[in-house]
């Protein structure tokens, strides 16, 4: 049996008769060097950054284009830091699982340091600003999800917590993008020094909301005298401070037991997962997919690694946002969040299976390649249509990725406007088209709507997944029952539909309100209704 903590270099025998490769470099080594210059930030431990972003560092500390590994924030989880990283010096076994159902096991070792920089934890924060203050660190990236750059509410006001940081100025920050203003503010204190800050969260022009979050805070200090107008200035500055934007498509479910069974089998010791009192999932090993993509825009104004050795395309704005748009807003994440929304629904508990279900299948390709596609601008890096392909035909049936529909649907009321609202805009803007004559993604707005009564196709309660802003939506249909034909819906749905801040656009202005009320009509009119909804609407209207 091996062990993360063993001896990678002295034992590597031992690691690679349990199929686990090993790093190239020197841990300590890397340690040290990273202590003296760091190069590369992270925010966010979770396990889309230890299947993806360290493995990107560990490529590149292998072949020698960086000496210098990962500083890991974590803001939300200190048990995270405490109880996984920590204990295990940062290491962790990366499973890609491949769809022919083999294994590649590697140990990954490229994390130098991880830090709990909580609100409640200075100490953890003030050794993350001294990092901050080294000129060498060269660019931040982040996975923190939608809700950490969340400065306003579902109705587009400022929450409290904002308005108490741009108040109480950058000492003691509690929302994550006012302490990534309070970095900032202390590198142009120290040195003014260039940095790219780049969002690889799994949403549209995610550099843009981050940097207007970024900005929204700074102003707000300078309009109270916190800070200089030299400090708006440089942010300004795009030879000092850049906010470039990404893609970024890897799938990596939560840690599974099943995984860790067949890692003991093969002689590796550390499987234990971790749940975590802030229900985070994770553990010594993370699983994902081997197909993956990571499209940045290259504006790193002090410089960057040869991140073009890991995989990573480097390309223009421009590329990045086409790419982007393409996988978030058309060929991936809607197919991924409609699955998420109906699994729950209908009592699925693998992504993998709801792709072998003729009915969800059918859905999928009509949203991705009837509705979706041909808004898509294509990005030439990358294939829309053979990206739909291979997603339907290998990455979504694989049964190795122990994906849930319940960890998808997690903060859908953040997710929707991004998934399907982009796409409403493209034919809304389109004299071409109209969008009052899609049927899917209405379908699957609906089924969202369905999903907020917590109750599934069977009549069962379930508990929904967390999101910000389940609770204030749930109310407007927690009182709707199953056969309940009196129930006037378009009262209980109208404030969800009409909200700008959640699709970007009021439903019933551009003819899909109505739409969107007759298939949720047929939803709850008995038992298995949302399935004969799904079945009714593809064999009217269904091309795929």
Known sequence: MVKLLDDYQKDAGSFHQAGITVPKFDQAAMVAETAENPVWVHFGGGNLFRCFHSTIAQDLLNE?????????????????IDKVYHPLKNRFLSVEMKSDGTFDKELVASVADSIYAGADNKAGRAKLEEVFEKPSLQFATFSITEKGYALKDMNGKLTKATEADIAN???????????????????????QAPIAMVSTDNFSQNGQRLEDAVMLIANGWLKNGHVDQGFIDYLNDRQKVTFPWSMIDRITPNPSEDVASLLKKDGFEDTELVHTTKHTNIAPFGNTEEIHYLVIEDDF???????????????DRET????????????????????AIFGCLLGFKSI???????????????????????????????????????????????????????????????????????????????????????????????????YLMAIDDQGNAFTPSPDPLYDQLHKYVADIKLGDDGADVHEKLQPILSNKSIFGNDLYEIGLGEKIENYFKQMIVKPGAVRETIQATIQKFGKY
Request: net charge negative; hydrophobic share 40%; charged share 25%.
């Open 64 to 80: 020698g284009a960086i000496k210098s590994g990962v500083i890991v924030a974590e803001t939300y989880d200190d048990e995270v």
């Open 169 to 191: 100025g950058p000492e003691n920050p509690v929302t994550n993008m006012a302490f990534v203003a309070s970095l900032l503010l202390a590198r142009y204190k120290a040195n």
């Open 301 to 315: 104004p002090n410089g960057r690694p040869a991140l073009e050795k890991a995989g990573v395309m480097m390309t």
């Open 320 to 339: 990045v946002n086409d790419a982007d748009q393409m996988k978030v807003t058309a060929c991936l994440n809607p197919l991924h969040t409609s699955l």
């Open 352 to 450: 993998a299976a709801e792709a072998a279900d003729e009915d969800l299948l059918k859905m999928i390709k009509n949203l991705g390649y009837g509705e979706d596609l041909p808004v898509v601008k294509d990005p030439k890096i990358i294939n829309p249509k053979e990206f739909i392909d291979t997603l339907i035909s290998k990455r979504l049936p694989n049964k190795n990725i122990p994906d849930t529909p319940q960890r998808i649907a997690s903060d859908t009321s953040q997710k929707v406007g991004i998934r399907y609202g982009v796409t409403l805009q493209h034919y809304v803007d389109d004299p071409k088209l109209d969008p009052a004559k899609l049927e899917f993604i209405p379908l699957i707005i609906a089924g969202w709507c369905r």
